[in-house]
């Protein structure tokens, strides 16, 4: 549970601003390989979330993997590991691997959000003096509020139900360090044959995902 709090506390703000802003950045058809950037970011959202938790795990891996090499060779060599096999990273691996996978969803909602929004409102603003900024706080983010309801709901419900990337890169371990609350169920579902444990975390699952899916019927209505 607590893994879970962690989880949407990082990843959730980290995929809202990192999707608006390269919606944003490249909304402008004249950016230069656009159109190749918004293709790789949207790659985590295509492939199957078992192949995303493999390359979550080579990318932190000692040695072969991006992350710790990078890290290292800035001299930070405490954190030249493999993240994954160390109770104090192997949280934030998958985390950061699930963000790049979530991002691609996020951009895609802003990205139509601003492509539904006027011109004429932009224009108006331009007319009035308004600067960037003044214009993004106080045009585009109201128009983008139903958008970001959305974005933040499905977030919620994604990180409630992580599985898949966790299994793969970590399998909860190491000691539990990177345990969620669905693995925890499958674990005493399909490894303990405790079937009583692994229905109250259900239930518990199920409660917790119910919050966000009516607080976003809500909003909608």
Known sequence: MINNIIFIAIHLPSTIFLGLGLALL??????KGSSLIKSIVFLGMVIPMIVG??????LFEQGAGVIPSVLGALGIKSLDITWTAFPQTALFAVILGS???????SMLMYSAGLASIPKDYYE???????????????VTWPLLKP??????????????????????ATGGGPGGASMVLALQMWDYFARELNYNYAAVVAVLLTTLTLIPAMWLIRRRE
């Open 26 to 31: 490249l909304r402008k058809e004249e950016v």
């Open 53 to 58: 938790g493999l390359i979550t795990r080579f």
């Open 99 to 105: 963000i790049w996978i979530w991002t691609g969803f």
């Open 124 to 138: 108006a603003a331009l007319i009035d003096g308004a600067n960037k900024f003044q214009i993004f706080k106080n």
């Open 147 to 168: 958008i970001t309801i959305v974005v933040v709901a499905m977030t919620l419900l994604w990180d409630l139900k992580i599985f898949d990337i966790v299994y793969v």
